[in-house]
């Protein structure tokens, strides 16, 4: 069994893609009973019907059973699937809500309005219920309803015009989606910090989060060098203006790199040993003061460049390491699948499902002593919990039924 | 207004940007939290940017953004002295998070378990406590490095490459913050003690935005999205001052940007109605699309695509970021009075409890190194022999 430290908690969530979805697993992997509510018929941009969509892992099955995008965020929690534009189905999503502690959607502003949630109602019938939105754009503002996605916020915060390579234009900086890593990290902590208040007041609340404003708390540096010193940051790239050498290298084999770097004199001291010049860090070479090495950078660079191109990254960054020093090899999945630290700790889980068959899973952000996370449930399968949490909620079996055969819940797309 | 958080109380131990991206969290919603660093200032108080580009620990741009509303206690906790002092700081704490290299991280781990109505913790480390590399030391680099990002980060003709400086150690630090009050929830209401460990390695690698598992699910295939030119319009696009990406490759957002750009006869324009016809006319809606672009600025063509519900927004620059209109709206940047610096511009609130014009969050005036030394200790019971007796020895600084 899971972490227990959201023991008792009920998460209703309403959310599609990942920033939402990763949050409500992350809530699921700290002991909250995590009830996911997808749209039907309607179905999610991670559920492809066709089996040729590149999100689609080889699989049994529906397509949209076995669609990594689907998979990636979306352990330890029930699935339901209901249409919500039903009278019926908003009625056994209204018993959802009279048992649950929060409720978590990601829609631009005013959908769950137009499914008939507003959240005068929502609090009048559930007075104690905290609702977590998470819109691009926020609740409020000129922009209420933009639409908008992980890619789209980098751009509006000033990290897109930042991240690119120096010598090229911004233009040509890949889309990231960033912000569906630290937004659902960001609502476990809006999540918790809602109940805390909760208990004092005895009252739920509307909780607004705007993914954008979220992304902006995540670039300090690019926000203080503007508004202390009225300077736009430059693109650095792998480099760092205050520290050489810091960077990335071509090593051995077949488009393998190594990042290098030395933040001060002794960790210079140990990537001279190891890379067989420790002259280079003696009293007297130009390349042994933080200054000096700031004022050859180029020079430095040419050298570290030979010394990386003559290993494979692993050789050099252990070699580095032993040393003191720092250097990392560049990790596609293989080569962190094969990380010795990430093994030794037991990181990957292996991880079964009904379509995929058991896979080797990245592991959990954090761990946690006496109780350990635990992958209790994979990614759930359409309307898979629908009669068992139908059944919690007070629906006998001929109700159920009845939902399903006039299309008000399901288990299938297409 | 009380704070949500008021009454819990936190102890954060070390320099990094991801331990005090953590403390932050905290202290910003109102929790008492106290930041416990090495007497001459570690890294956090280091890093540029400065005020007019001159070094000075109580001003560096990191240290203003991330230590706001927290007291210090300048501690060395490489001596016993420090660690009897942190001891009888965390008595009664609900939270300590200690981001310490790794032999100091045991011993000062050990002295916070042993306080008197110990808090849960949570260890901050690049690789973890155990295994291996325990003992290396990364930098926001070389984590990255490890963690499939950088490999996809690039172009194909071009280097991996890395995000913004130090955006690894933040989000390593929320990862921090969210197992955190996860334990402090859960230590308030079933009284067990939860000892966390947050490797940023593992913090990245096992959040959504990496490769790994499209791999691993794809039994080692690469991954990549099959788009080509025959997708669009997908991608950053020039406009009259500067650039717009947008995501419109697919229905129904192809059909709105059409309607968008008044062209909506291409929805059922034989070149452009199936995913078939649509690859090799892709200069035939460049003809058409660019010199609409041209024509607008990026917020003429992102408020226009908006209005067909297309995903489309403006490539802007921080000063851009701050100016916008719903940053404007809302609040969306704040100002404090930073002693010593003056009025500064930091990020608003992450979320708001309670919507439009709450007070529940705030970020405080970061403070001077070991400005709160005098006081903590007081609190502690230390006499005025005692704390002259430590800041001669040279444990508080």
Known sequence: ??????????????????????????????????????????????????????????????????????????????????????????????????????VVDSFSAGTMEKLGFDWERMHADAPRLIRVSLPGWGLFGPYQGYVAFGGGFDCVTGHTAVRGYPWRGVEDTSPITHSDATVPLTLVFAVVTALRERERTGEGMLVDLSQVEELATQIPGILAEWTLNG???????????HVAPHDCYRAAGDDRWVVLAAEDDAQWGALARAAGHPEWAEDGHPWAS???????????????????????????ADAVQAEGGLAAPVAGPQEMLLSPQLNARGWFPTVDHPYTGPRIQAGFLWRFAPDAPSWDLPCGLVGEYNRELLREHGYDDREIDRLEADGVIGSSYG | MTQPLE????????????????????????????????????????????????????????????????????????????????????????????????????????????AIEAPSTVALSPHGLGGPYAGRRENDLSIFAWTTRMHR?????????????????????????????GAVWGQLHDGIRRDAEVAAVEALAGNVDTSFVAWSLSGGAPSVPRRSRGTYPVG??????????????????????????????????????????????????????????????????????????????????????????????????????????????????????????????????????????????????????????????????
Not at chain 1, 231 to 241: F, K, M, S
Not at chain 2, 168 to 176: E, S, W
Request: proline residues 7%.
């Open chain 2, 236 to 397: 950053t696009y020039g406009c009259k001052d500067g650039f717009v990406q947008l995501t419109a490759g697919d229905s129904p957002f192809f059909e709105r940007a059409c309607r968008a750009i008044g062209r909506p006869e291409f929805i059922d324009d034989a070149r452009f109605r199936t995913k078939e016809s649509r690859p090799p006319n892709h200069e035939a809606f460049l003809a058409v699309f660019q010199p609409w672009l041209d024509e607008r600025t990026r917020d003429e063509v992102f408020h226009s695509m908006q209005a067909e519900r297309v995903l489309c927004t403006p490539i802007l620059d921080v000063s851009e970021a701050l100016r916008g209109a719903q940053s404007v709206a809302r609040g969306s940047y704040v100002t404090v009075d930073q002693p010593g610096v003056g009025a500064m511009t930091l990020a608003g609130p992450p979320f708001r409890l309670g919507g439009v014009g709450s007070e529940a969050w705030r970020a405080g005036p970061a403070p001077r190194l070991g400005e709160h030394n005098g006081e903590i200790l007081d609190a502690l019971g230390y006499s005025a022999d005692e704390q002259q007796a430590l800041f001669r020895a040279g444990v508080t600084g």
């Open chain 2, 7 to 114: 009454g819990i109380r936190v102890v954060e131990v070390g320099d990094g940007v991801a331990v005090a991206c953590a403390g932050k969290q905290f202290a910003d919603f109102g929790a008492e939290v106290v930041k416990v660093e090495r007497p001459g200032g570690g890294e956090i108080r280091r890093l540029p940017p400065f005020p007019d580009d001159r070094p000075h620990r109580d001003r560096g741009g990191f240290h203003l953004s991330l230590d706001t509303g927290k007291r210090s206690l300048a501690l060395d906790l490489g001596t016993p002295s420090g660690r009897e002092v942190l001891g009888r700081l965390a008595a009664g704490a609900q939270l300590a998070l200690v981001e310490l290299a790794p032999e100091l991280a045991g011993r000062v781990l050990a002295t916070v378990g042993d």
């Open chain 1, 290 to 316: 933080v200054v000096g090495r700031l004022r050859e950078r180029e020079a430095l660079d040419r050298a570290l460049a030979t010394y990386a191109a003559g290993a494979e990254p692993e050789a050099i």
């Open chain 1, 231 to 241: 300077r736009l940051p430059a693109r650095v790239g792998n480099t760092e203006q």
């Open chain 2, 153 to 181: 980060h690039r172009l194909e003709d071009e280097p991996p490459l890395r995000y913004a400086p130090h955006v690894v150690a933040m989000q390593v630090g929320l990862t921090a913050a969210a197992s955190g009050i």
């Open chain 1, 1 to 102: 069994m899971t972490s227990r430290a959201l023991a008792g908690v009920r998460v209703i969530e309403l959310c599609e893609v990942w920033a939402g979805p990763v949050g409500g697993s992350l809530l699921g992997d700290l002991g909250a009973d995590v009830i996911k509510v997808e749209s039907y018929p309607r179905f999610s941009p991670t559920r492809p019907l066709d089996p040729a969509d590149w999100r689609v892992a080889p699989g049994e099955g529906p397509a949209y059973e076995h669609s990594w995008a689907q998979h990636q965020g979306n352990r330890n929690k029930r699935n339901m699937a209901i249409d919500l534009r039903r009278e019926e189905g908003a009625a056994a999503f209204r018993r959802l809500l009279a048992r649950a502690d929060v």
